[in-house]
C-alpha cells in the first residue's frame, strides 16, 4: 500500500488529538478528511450498501410479486434451488457470462494493442486516425446494437452479403445466408460478442496508447544499440513496461463485461433460447418480467459473492500498482 | 533473397508499407459499422431492405433526419433527459470524487487504508445486485419516475472508479505545492481548488468524460427506475420506441442514431487531447 509520504502526520500542538481546531484555526486533520469523503460516502451507503444488504436479506424469504403477501423466511432454500436445479438456468448464465467477458476482453485487447502500437509510430495524419479510432467508444450501447443488429441481418444485412460473396478458386466457406439468431444459438453468441468487441476495443487502444507514451525512449535506443530486433524489443522493453496498465485495463474490461445488459438486451433479448442469456439478464428477467423477487435476489447474491473472489485479485493487482510508484 | 540481405533503408520502406497495410486494415474494421450507420440512414425505406444491400444509397435522402423532430413522439424528450441527467451525475460525481480523492490523498487517518479498499470492491459490486432493492427503496421514497433517482443511481456507480482515478492523480503531485500555498495563510480547501485542481485538471476532464460516458450509455437502471415516456433517456428510448411501432424502420433508426452519437463525439473530439494527457499523467503510471 503506497502511502504518501508526504502527507501531513504531525498536527499542530494547538489541537486535540481528534483533529478539533483550536478557536480561531481552520479545520484540519481526521476530521476534516471525514467531513471531505462524507458526501461521497453518503451516497455509496444509500445507493449501493444499503440495497446490496438488503437483497442478500431478500435470498432468504420468499418474495415474487405475484403473491406479495406470502413473504416469509425460507432460509437456504432459495440457494438450494438455483444452485441445484437446472430448471432455473443458474449455470447456464454464469456460463455464457464468462465466455462473453472473456471473449469480449482478449480479442478487443489484442485489436486494441495492435492498434495502439500502430497509432504510436511516427505516421501521417496521426491525430486523425487517433481520433476515429476513438469512435466506435463512444457510440452509445444501445446504437452499437441496433446497429450489429441489422448487419447480422439474416435476410438482407451486409454480414451474410460479404460472407456468401467469398469465393476462393471455387471454394465457398458460407455457401448459404446465415440465419444469425435462430438455430442453437452459437451464431446469435458470435453476433453479440463481435459488436460487443467493436465497442470496447478503442478503450485499450486509448489507454494503452497513453501508456506507451510514458516509456522513455532511451530503453528503446539502448535496446536498438544491444542489437535487439523489432519483436525483441517489443517483449522486452514494451511488454515488461505497461504490465502495471495492461493488468488494470483488462481488468476494468472484465468487469464492464460481465455487468454488461445493454448490448446483449438490445440484439437478441437474451435468445434463442438462452443461448445469450448472461447473469444480468437472467437476473433482470427473474425479477421484473417474472417478477421471482427473492429468487433473483439469491441469483445476485451467489454472483457478488463468485465476483468478490474475482475482487480480491482485483484489489491485490491494483494495490500492487499503486505499491510501484 | 533473404530479408537481410537487403539494405537497411529497403527493409525500413518495406516496414514501413506493411504498417501502412495493417493501418488501413484496422481503419476499415474502426470505421465500416459506422460507415453502414450513416449510409443507412440516408436510404429510403425500401432500399434498406434490398438484398444484395446498396453500399452507397442509390437515392440519397434527409427524409429520416427530417421527421425525426416531430415523427418520433419524445425523441427530443429523451435527447433533453439525457442532457440533464448526464451533466447533473457529472457534476456531482466530480464534486464529490474530487473531496474523497484529495482525502485518501492527503489524510492520514484510523481506516483510510480499508476504506481505499472497499471503495475498490465496490467497484466489482454486480450492478445487478443492487438493483432489486434500489427499485424496492426508489419506489418507498416516491423517486421512481425522476431525474433524482438516475442521477442518483449513475453518480454512485462512476464514484468508486472517480475516487480512485482522483487519488491517483492527487498522489502525482507533490504535497510541497499546496504547502507553500498553505503558508502564505491559504486554507486546505483553498489549496485544493487553487493550487491542486488546476494542476490535475486534464485528470479531472478524463474522469468527467468517462462519468458523462456512462450516463449518456446507461440502460439497465434506465430502463427500470423509469416507466413514463417523459423520463426516458435515450437508451431506454431507443429500446421501447424501436422494439415497439417504428420496429424495422431502419433508416429513421439509424437517423436518430447517428443524431445521439453526435454529441459524445463532439464532446470526446474536444477534450481529446486532455483526456489523453490525464490518462497519461495518472492512471496509467505505474
Known amino acids: ?325 | 533473397m533473404s530479408v537481410h540481405a537487403l539494405t537497411p533503408r529497403t527493409r525500413k520502406r518495406i516496414g514501413r508499407f506493411f504498417l501502412y497495410v495493417a493501418l488501413a486494415i484496422l481503419m476499415v474494421y474502426a470505421f465500416f459499422p459506422t460507415f453502414w450507420l450513416i449510409s443507412t440512414s440516408l436510404k429510403p425505406q425500401l432500399e434498406a431492405f434490398q438484398n444484395p444491400p446498396t453500399w452507397i444509397p442509390h437515392t440519397i435522402t434527409f427524409h429520416s433526419y427530417r421527421i425525426l423532430p416531430e415523427d418520433h413522439a419524445g425523441f427530443v424528450q429523451y435527447l433533453k433527459n439525457s442532457f440533464i441527467v448526464g451533466i447533473a451525475t457529472t457534476v456531482i460525481t466530480l464534486i464529490a470524487a474530487a473531496h474523497a480523492g484529495y482525502a485518501l490523498s492527503r489524510f492520514r487517518f484510523r481506516g483510510a487504508r480499508s476504506l481505499v479498499l472497499l471503495i475498490l470492491a465496490t467497484q466489482m459490486f454486480p450492478y445487478v445486485t443492487i438493483l432489486i432493492s434500489l427499485y424496492t427503496l426508489f419506489r418507498q421514497l416516491h423517486l421512481l419516475n425522476t431525474y433524482q433517482a438516475l442521477i442518483l443511481a449513475f453518480t454512485a456507480f462512476s464514484l468508486p472508479f472517480s475516487i480512485w482515478m482522483m487519488k491517483g492523480f492527487c498522489d502525482t503531485v507533490p504535497a510541497d505545492l499546496e504547502e507553500a500555498a498553505r503558508v502564505d495563510g491559504a486554507s486546505r480547501l483553498r489549496a485544493l481548488y487553487d493550487v491542486l485542481l488546476p494542476v490535475i485538471a486534464p485528470g479531472v476532464v478524463a474522469i468527467g468524460l468517462f462519468t458523462f460516458l456512462t450516463a449518456w450509455n446507461e440502460l439497465l437502471f434506465a430502463l427500470t427506475l423509469t416507466s413514463s415516456p417523459n423520463m426516458r433517456t435515450i437508451p431506454p428510448g431507443f429500446v421501447l420506441t424501436y422494439i415497439g411501432e417504428f420496429q424495422d424502420r431502419w433508416p429513421d433508426m439509424m437517423a436518430a442514431s447517428v443524431v445521439v452519437s453526435i454529441p459524445v463525439i463532439i464532446l470526446f473530439t474536444i477534450f481529446q487531447r486532455q483526456l489523453v494527457r490525464g490518462l497519461t499523467a495518472g492512471a496509467v503510471k505505474g
Open chain 1, 1 to 325: 500500500m503506497a502511502e504518501q509520504t508526504t502527507s501531513y502526520q504531525d498536527e499542530p500542538a494547538t489541537r486535540s488529538r481528534f483533529g478539533m481546531p483550536a478557536p480561531g484555526q481552520a479545520l484540519e486533520g481526521p476530521l476534516l478528511a471525514w467531513i471531505l469523503l462524507a458526501p461521497a460516502l453518503l451516497l455509496l451507503i444509500v445507493v449501493i450498501f444499503y440495497p446490496v444488504a438488503h437483497t442478500i436479506w431478500l435470498s432468504f424469504h420468499s418474495l415474487n410479486l405475484s403473491e406479495p403477501l406470502n413473504n416469509h423466511w425460507i432460509g437456504w432454500r432459495n440457494y438450494k434451488n438455483i444452485l441445484t436445479n437446472p430448471v432455473f438456468g443458474f449455470w447456464n448464465a454464469v456460463r455464457f457470462s464468462i465466455l462473453f467477458s472473456v471473449a469480449v476482453t482478449v480479442i478487443s485487447f489484442v485489436i486494441g494493442f495492435a492498434f495502439a502500437l500502430i497509432l504510436n509510430e511516427r505516421i501521417r495524419f496521426q491525430t486523425l486516425w487517433r481520433g476515429l479510432a476513438l469512435i466506435p467508444w463512444v457510440i452509445p450501447y444501445v446504437v452499437v446494437a441496433y446497429l450489429f443488429f441489422y448487419m447480422f441481418n439474416s435476410q438482407y444485412g451486409i454480414v451474410n452479403d460479404v460472407l456468401t460473396s467469398i469465393n476462393l478458386f471455387g471454394w465457398r466457406p458460407v455457401p448459404h445466408p446465415l440465419g444469425w439468431y435462430g438455430g442453437t444459438g452459437t451464431l446469435a453468441r458470435v453476433a453479440v460478442i463481435t459488436a460487443a468487441i467493436w465497442n470496447r476495443f478503442p478503450f485499450f487502444t486509448l489507454m494503452l496508447l497513453a501508456g506507451l507514451q510514458t516509456l522513455p525512449q532511451d530503453l528503446f535506443d539502448a535496446a536498438k544499440v544491444d542489437g535487439a530486433g523489432a519483436f525483441a524489443r517489443f517483449k522486452l522493453v514494451t511488454l515488461p513496461g505497461l504490465r502495471g496498465i495492461i493488468a488494470v485495463v483488462t481488468t476494468l474490461s472484465l468487469i464492464w463485461s460481465l455487468n454488461e445488459f445493454a448490448i446483449i438486451w438490445a440484439m437478441t433479448n437474451g435468445g434463442p433460447g438462452v443461448a445469450t442469456d448472461n447473469m444480468v439478464i437472467h437476473i433482470y428477467r427473474a425479477a421484473f418480467i417474472e417478477q421471482g423477487i427473492s429468487r433473483a435476489a439469491t441469483m445476485s447474491t451467489v454472483w457478488l459473492l463468485m465476483l468478490l473472489v474475482f475482487t480480491y485479485f482485483y484489489v491485490r493487482i491494483m494495490e500492487g500498482k499503486a505499491g510501484v510508484e
